[in-house]
């Protein structure tokens, strides 16, 4: 009772896209009406009309009529019913009880390169439909990590944040944004030890998501601390507004960068599929919309989740945010000003991620390759193919950044 729930402490229920997820369309239903069930019972359990869930989180938004979709399918097919008349006297309402909330507030997740980069247009057409006092945008950082590789993760949620805020202004309607981020460089760098560098590199936050790496992976009081300073500084400021003719270039950039990391994964995807298959099962995601979970696919082969892909990738000892690292030798000069300017962490992220790259198991597979590919489902050709291709990324790293490649720590070397 101490904590009320919808006042102090909030659920947000993550849906089923329909649009992706053609299996679950019902289930996005059943969800919703949920959404008065909660109502009612907790209603019941603190004696006074609360209302504990009234956001749902859309993934996967990829068009400015799916929020609006959801909003009024809410007010329209869910809450209107309580007006249906069941005969000449009685309306659905004076048997059933009345639905609460009367409408859910929609938080957009936009996940993938495209939809990133026109965030503000998504954004724009659901604010002067719906007419909200205020707007959570979720953008996403690990799936496009993930999808698209370390610097086009990073950059492009810059460029999201730069034109939501702008947005705002156009508007005059308060838009808090929210990032999907994990604790390793590669899903987001939020973890105890990185803290300021994190709050430093994500300006014009208001909310974070804590995955469990960050709450398993350290020491109770680390956790707290870090959790503590969250709470502190968050909302962080005002994210760097970027200017067209940077945006431009910057978005030139990223489709380029996007290709060298692409041409990696496509290489590694059957020795990432086969490692990952051992990495047990966290939860159920039934109601969980991925890229590659669904139409996302590298050239034969679809890719793991997000988690299942970095597991693999770091238990191998090839970290996944030196993949396309060809890419540095390639950048022009006002590139890399640019990259300087809205990355800032780049190097120290690059570093951190360097020391779990192990040169014993990258030899290993070389030396062992004919086995290591036919497990994997692969020439061996490929395989070596892959791994030079990779060898030849982190040298250009190594060279480019002054960065001593390798463990370092004895967690490292674990």
Not at 189 to 200: R, T
Not at 225 to 235: A, E, G
Not at 321 to 326: D, N, Y
Not at 393 to 414: A, M
Request: with cysteine; charged share 25%; glycine share 4%.
């Amino acid at each position: 009772m101490e904590h009320q729930l919808g006042k102090d402490v909030f659920l947000t229920y993550r849906i089923p896209n329909p649009k992706i997820e053609g299996a679950e369309k019902k289930v996005f239903v059943e969800t919703l009406y949920n959404v008065a069930v909660a109502c009612d019972v907790a209603s019941t359990f603190y004696k006074r009309d609360v209302a504990p869930i009234f956001e749902v989180i859309l993934p996967f938004t990829t068009d400015a009529k799916e929020p609006i979709w959801l909003y009024n399918y809410y007010k329209k097919a869910i809450t209107a019913v309580e007006e249906a008349c069941l005969d000449n006297s009685l309306k659905a309402k004076n048997w059933i009880g009345c639905l609460q909330p009367k409408n859910i507030e929609v938080i957009p997740l936009i996940e993938d390169f495209d939809s990133i980069l026109v965030a503000d247009k998504i954004v724009e057409p659901y604010i002067k439909a719906v007419k909200p006092m205020y707007l959570k945008v979720f953008i996403a950082r690990s799936d496009p990590a993930l999808n698209y590789g370390l610097l086009s993760a990073v950059l492009l949620s810059k460029l999201a944040f730069s034109k939501l805020k702008l947005l705002e202004k156009k508007l005059g309607v308060s838009i808090y944004l929210i990032l999907g981020v994990g604790s390793m460089p590669f899903r987001g760098h939020l973890s105890p030890e990185n803290i300021g560098n994190f709050l430093h590199e994500y300006r014009g936050l208001s909310t974070v998501t804590i995955q469990s790496a960050l709450k398993y992976d350290y020491p109770a009081t680390q956790v707290e601390d870090c959790i503590n300073t969250l709470n502190k500084r968050l909302p962080n400021g005002e994210p760097l507004t970027i200017d067209p003719s940077e945006n431009e270039k910057l978005v030139e950039m990223l489709h380029k960068n996007r290709r060298f990391y692409e041409r990696v994964v496509e290489e590694l995807a059957p020795l990432i599929n086969s490692v990952a298959s051992y990495v047990p099962a966290r939860r159920a995601r039934k109601l969980h919309i991925g890229l590659f979970g669904y139409s996302r696919r590298v050239g034969e082969f679809s890719l793991p989740r997000a988690i299942p892909f970095a597991a693999a990738l770091y238990s191998l000892g090839i970290p996944p945010e030196l993949f396309g690292g060809r890419f540095f030798e390639k950048m022009k000069e006002d590139e890399w000003k640019l990259v300087q300017k809205y990355y800032v962490n780049l190097k120290h992220d690059l570093d951190v991620a360097s020391g779990y790259l192990s040169w014993r198991n990258i030899e290993m597979l070389k030396d062992d390759c004919k086995s290591a590919a036919k497990k994997a489902g692969m020439t061996t050709e490929k395989l070596m193919n892959a791994l030079n291709q990779f060898l030849t990324d982190i040298e250009t790293i190594e060279k480019t950044f002054s960065i001593k490649l390798g463990p370092r720590s004895s967690i490292e070397k674990t």
